[in-house]
């Protein structure tokens, strides 16, 4: 069905699976703050429903359901088909980074009375968003024992939060005057820790105190910062949205939406045609570089892998299958906003209770980088999408010239595979708080299965 509001002559059968799913999303999106969570939370999912670690997989054969985890941060999963690997699998890929502030390898520090830690913001942000509101330190810190300590303050209701502060409008002439990227600084983004000295101490006092809290809840030094990854992030629950509760607002929607709608997608099929996987990644809104991200070879490597493991280890095999592949690239789409009709060409927007969202291309400037699909692959996805009716729309990202971004399609591309971008369309895309429909959450859902199986 293409470009209709599914709200519209909705039936209850279908108004409740959508607002069940709904609550299921919320409730993993919450506990999903970062990319190794959402990856930890996704596993635990993946083995409720029969998923095995591929080295411990028995034996390969059609039905068998296996994952791979690559450095916590990447998780591959796979249905093996009826037919033969060789003749490709059917890909779902979406990443599951978000944009944050990291703190720095050396964060904490003192000033004025104040314990701060400076961070390093993750990702595109409109760094004025991220002042005055909750926030919540999650990640991990890495001690030279070999132990990982996982750190979590401000998502437990007894919890402190920590925050950036803002000029008081008061004062803020000067402020006002400059540019929006210039409002608040990167350097500035550094998040309020404490305000007690530490009896008897002298010096950095405020510091002093906060490092012995640390000390005290999670037996670490100081120097141990080096070797942590901790990110600041949104406090807090994902929320239902509007009166009508017809939308969710939440952290880290882009991309987690399409990392845990492609997750159920492949978690509730069974015995697919072709080899089924779904590629959480990480490091997208960085450039999807690095091992952990979609242009790392561990991709490739899980294939060759499931090759190997079913008697195949020929190299002409392994690009026989990348060839054959057809991947979704699932990334969130820019959702038409009333409030900024401007950026939009209406005819080529994405709207917000309209179904999953079919990207051609992306890319700013021309196309510029970006993965643009065949046409004769979109005849074909259009064909999946009608045969088990499920709602979507077409969209660019923005009128021509007027921005742009890009997503992870292109690397998979490369290997010469039909890739189109499919997603969820977003309001307030990378703020703190990202709305969705849950109507595009749940159709997003039965467009990944209608995918796999087509
Ligand atoms: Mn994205
Ligand atoms: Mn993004």
Known sequence: MYAKNIWKDITDEKRKAIFDFGKE?????????????????????AIKR????ADEAKSLKKGSKV????????????II?????????????????SPRLDLKQNPLYEANGFALLDTHYYGGVKKYQWVTIPLALIGVICKKDGSVINVNIGEDEGDPIVGISDLLIHLSADQMKKTGDKIIEGEN???TVGSIPLDGEEKDAVKANVLKLLKEKYDVEEEDFLSAEIEVVPAGRARDYGLDRSMIAGYGHDDRVCGYTSLRAILDIDEPEYT???????????????????????????IAYLLNAMGDSSYISLKKTMENCRMLSSDVSAGFDPLFPEVND??????????????????RGGKGGSNDANPEYVAWIRHVMDEKG???????????????????????????????????????MHAPMEIVSKADVYEAYLAYKAFLLG
């Open 189 to 191: 983004l550094d998040v």
């Open 346 to 363: 209406k005819k080529n927007a994405a709207y917000l209770g309209n179904g999953i969202v079919f990207n051609k291309y992306t890319g």
């Open 25 to 45: 999303y919320i409730d993993y999106l919450s506990a999903s703050k970062t990319e190794r969570l959402a990856v930890s939370e996704a596993e635990k999912l």
């Open 390 to 428: 499920v709602f979507f729309q077409t969209a660019e990202l923005g009128k021509v010239d007027q921005g742009g971004g890009g997503t992870i399609a292109y690397i998979l591309g490369n290997y010469n595979m039909n890739v189109i971008d499919a997603g969820v369309a977003v309001l307030n």
């Open 276 to 302: 089924s996987c779904c590629i959480l990644v990480d490091k997208e809104e960085i450039g999807s570089v690095g091992a952990t991200g979609a242009d790392s070879v561990f991709f490739e490597n899980t």
């Open 50 to 53: 029969g998923f095995v670690k």
């Open 67 to 78: 994952y791979f985890i690559n450095k916590n941060k990447n998780l591959a999963l796979y």
């Open 81 to 97: 088909g009826k037919k033969p690997i060789t003749e490709g699998i059917r890909i779902l890929g979406a990443h599951m980074d």
